[in-house]
């Protein structure tokens, strides 16, 4: 698993990479709230750890900006203060967790494994983009009166396209995140793709993924509500 960290006290963010490093958790680490939107927006990240007190944008204002525009990625606040407000509007703005400076190493790491073990278990029941709506408990798709039934497989890579539209998703990317290593046979993302596709296509949707040269890339088209 990738997370993303951004604080800037440098030595506390390099710190942080090192022990994730020790726990098996690979890690991107920028110093400022800025730099750490335009990771978020390039990369897909199964994590984030923002420290609240950051130049060019602070943790909440970034942490706010991420949701407003869909991005639903797990996010633990770092904050040296300890004002019981701080710690409010952070949940509030869709902050998973929150953790204190100082902090046991020990704590963080069971603090972020408990964040993503709540996010795999918990998936929104419908998700919309454009003019399409997934429905994760019905396993459909619908847009209007016209709908179709997915395979559980088609709701896994429909979900993860959506939560990540306008980034290049690797077909290595896609085998380690939807397959064990057992099931998989080779082709099966390009496989799954065209069947979501063709989906996609029957029921008249904005939505539409197509394959790059720098992987898959789910988009949605313009002048279509």
């Given at each position: 698993?990738?997370?993303?960290?951004?604080?800037?006290?440098?030595?506390?963010?390099?710190?942080?990479?090192?022990?994730?490093?020790?726990?098996?958790?690979?890690?991107?680490?920028?110093?400022?709230?800025?730099?750490?939107y335009n990771m978020a927006k390039q990369n897909i990240y199964d994590g984030m750890i923002l420290d609240i007190m950051m130049p060019k944008m602070d943790g909440i204002q970034l942490l706010t900006r991420l949701?407003?525009?869909?991005?639903?990625?797990?996010?633990?606040?770092?904050?040296?203060?300890?004002?019981?407000?701080?710690r409010i509007q952070g949940l509030n703005q869709g902050a998973d967790d929150y953790l204190s400076k100082p902090f046991d190493k020990g704590e963080l790491i069971a603090r972020i494994q408990a964040m993503l073990?709540?996010?795999?278990?918990?998936?929104?029941?419908?998700?919309?983009?454009?003019?399409?709506?997934?429905?994760?408990?019905?396993?459909?798709?619908?847009?209007?009166?016209?709908?179709?039934?997915?395979?559980?497989?088609?709701?896994?890579?429909?979900?993860?396209?959506?939560?990540?539209?306008?980034?290049?998703?690797?077909?290595?990317?896609?085998?380690?995140?939807?397959?064990?290593?057992?099931?998989?046979?080779?082709?099966?993302?390009?496989?799954?793709?065209?069947?979501?596709?063709?989906?996609?296509?029957?029921?008249?949707?904005?939505?539409?993924?197509?394959?790059?040269?720098?992987?898959?890339?789910?988009?949605?088209?313009?002048?279509?509500?």
């Open positions: 698993m990738k997370l993303l960290i951004a604080d800037d006290e440098k030595d506390i963010a390099d710190a942080i990479g090192i022990i994730l490093q020790y726990s098996n958790f690979d890690s991107d680490i920028v110093y400022d709230g800025e730099s750490a949701r407003e525009e869909g991005d639903v990625t797990p996010i633990l606040l770092l904050t040296a203060k300890s004002e019981v407000s701080d073990r709540r996010h795999t278990i918990y998936e929104a029941e419908s998700i919309r983009l454009g003019n399409t709506i997934l429905n994760t408990e019905q396993l459909e798709i619908a847009n209007g009166s016209s709908s179709l039934r997915l395979s559980g497989k088609e709701v896994e890579i429909l979900t993860l396209f959506m939560h990540s539209k306008d980034k290049y998703l690797s077909a290595n990317y896609l085998k380690e995140r939807l397959w064990d290593s057992k099931e998989y046979q080779e082709g099966m993302e390009l496989l799954y793709i065209g069947y979501v596709k063709n989906k996609l296509q029957a029921i008249g949707s904005n939505i539409e993924i197509t394959k790059t040269s720098d992987g898959f890339l789910l988009t949605e088209r313009e002048g279509s509500l």
